[in-house]
Every structure is written in structure tokens, then in C-alpha cells.
């Protein structure tokens, strides 16, 4: 079979994200960007972004999608920083809307519109997506997040959070519209395709040092994930997956990044005093 794609691997070790440049001719694509966000200095930077808009205009490259798989909640994006450079455009799941609004209640977000508008191409399961002569095929994969979509290309599969590499399992589903069930589903129809097939992840945390990997054949995850194998009962899971659930922290960057990530990547707009401030929820 003749690779009809190109793939280019972008790993930001901060936070563990694995961004990728697909690319074909002349056209390329970028799916779950990383924006850099010292939350300590509160200090942002486009570092990480830029490394890609570099590879893309040394080959010569013209950008015209970011995908993300997903609401991030443990890292800023950068697809609105992408878009301003390049005009490409964002696309994420419909259910997007649904977070958003979630969210703008939950940040008291008077500046969002909850419609999903200020993405540029909202995807269904099963949509179709031309890149290049190919097609990006969409599914959804509810579980992590209700929005979490995989991109089906040319026998590549980018999976966003649901799974991980075998020894890390699977994703947390404890956020909101987050579900274990549907996350079986949702593992059990990638597990169903066909055995070759290659599932690239989102995220590697590298156990115990072992080395960055990020991508698998279908076959491998189905018969090694330690969460979920076709040995696994969908009840075992659940429980699995919720006492796991139970003792996690929330990620360092939860809150700055749901609420960057639910308006696209744009950041707050400055207030009077020309400075952008994140919003914390603090309880007593
Ligand atoms: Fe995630």
C-alpha cells in the first residue's frame, strides 16, 4: 500500500500533548495544538506553535484545518493563534456547544456565545472532511469528554484522549458529560477496526521514564490496553475507571485551559487596565 499521507510528530513534554502536521502535497493539517502557558508567570508564548508554523512554511506548506479532537482540559490551544497566522480553519466536534454552555455558566462567561461560532466547521460522527483528494472521516468518540471526535485518515486513526499507549489505559471520564459507559463504546469501535489500522495518541506520560511512544495498531491496543482489551467486561471497566477516577488531582492547568479552549484558543480580552486575567472558582 503507497503512504498517501505525511505525518509529522510534535510532542510537548510539559504537558504531554502529541500534536500532529499531516500533510499531502501541498496541504497540511494540525490537530491538537499546544499554546504555552506558564501558569506560575503567567506567562504565555507561542513557542510551541511556532515550531509547526515553521515545519509547515520550510515545506512549503499552505494550512487549512486545525482539528481538535476535543476540549482540552490540561493545555491551552492554540488554534486561534494558528488561525490568525494562516486563516486555516478550526474544526471540532458539534457537541462542542453543549460545553460551552456548560462552561459559560460555569466561568459566569458573559463574553461567550454559547453557538459554537467562533469555530469555523462543527463535525458530526461520520462527517467527511476533504484534505488534499483525501478524506478525513470523523467519529465520534464520547467517553473522556462528549465531544471527543477521532479523525479517520488514510488508515491512521487520531484518537484524541479516549485511549492511551496499553500501559496507560484509557482517559479519565469524570468531567462534565464525561461517562465510562460511553467510553467503552467509544474504545469498542475503535477496537473494531480493522486490525492494521494505526490509533495515534493525544497524550504519552511516559511511565517510569520508558521512552515517548504514541502510536499502535489497532490489534495491539485491542489484544494489550490494560483498561480495556477484548477481554474486558463493560461493567469491569466502569468500575475500573471510576475508583481510578476517584483518586485523580484535577489537571494544573484545568481551569485557565476550559476556559481559553471553549472560545477556540482566544484568550480573555483585556480589561481597563489593558491586562488579561483567568478566571479561578474559589469555595469555602
Ligand atoms: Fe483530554
Known amino acids: 500500500m503507497s503512504i498517501k499521507i505525511n505525518i509529522k510528530v510534535f510532542f510537548h513534554k510539559i504537558t504531554s500533548t502529541i500534536s500532529y502536521v499531516i500533510y499531502k502535497d501541498k496541504h497540511a493539517v494540525i490537530i491538537d495544538s499546544v499554546l504555552d502557558f506558564d501558569l506560575q508567570n503567567g506567562k504565555i508564548s507561542s513557542h510551541f506553535a511556532d515550531k509547526q508554523l515553521d515545519f509547515i512554511k520550510r515545506h512549503d506548506l499552505t494550512l487549512v484545518y486545525i482539528f481538535e479532537t476535543h476540549a482540552h482540559a490540561d493545555h491551552l490551544t492554540s488554534a486561534s493563534y494558528l488561525r490568525d497566522k ?3 480553519k478550526i474544526a471540532v466536534s458539534a457537541n462542542i456547544i453543549g460545553i460551552q454552555k456548560y462552561f459559560k455558566t460555569f466561568y459566569n462567561d458573559k463574553a461567550l456565545i454559547a453557538d459554537g461560532r467562533c469555530f469555523d466547521l462543527l463535525l458530526n460522527d461520520n462527517d467527511s472532511v476533504d484534505f488534499s483528494g483525501e478524506s478525513i472521516k470523523v467519529l465520534a468518540v464520547p467517553g473522556h469528554t ?5 479523525l479517520l485518515i488514510d488508515g491512521n486513526v487520531f484518537i484524541g484522549d479516549s485511549l492511551f499507549m496499553p500501559d496507560q489505559g484509557t482517559a479519565r471520564c469524570d468531567f462534565p458529560g464525561g461517562d465510562a459507559t460511553m467510553l467503552f463504546k467509544s474504545v469498542s469501535k475503535l477496537h473494531a477496526l480493522p486490525d492494521h489500522f494505526i490509533l495515534w495518541m493525544c497524550h504519552d506520560y511516559q511511565p517510569m521514564g520508558r521512552k515517548l511512544v504514541y502510536n499502535i495498531t489497532v490489534r495491539e491496543s485491542r489484544q494489550h490496553n490494560i483498561h480495556i482489551n477484548e477481554r474486558t467486561a463493560v461493567a469491569e471497566f466502569v468500575k475500573t475507571r471510576k475508583n481510578r477516577d476517584a483518586m485523580l488531582a484535577l489537571p494544573k492547568l484545568l481551569y485557565p485551559a476550559i476556559q481559553v479552549n ?8 483585556k480589561e481597563e487596565n489593558g491586562q488579561v486575567y483567568f478566571k479561578i472558582p474559589v469555595t469555602t
Open 86 to 88: 494562516t486563516g486555516a
Open 146 to 150: 462528549n465531544d471527543s471526535i477521532a
Open 262 to 269: 471553549i472560545h477556540a484558543g482566544k484568550l480573555p480580552l
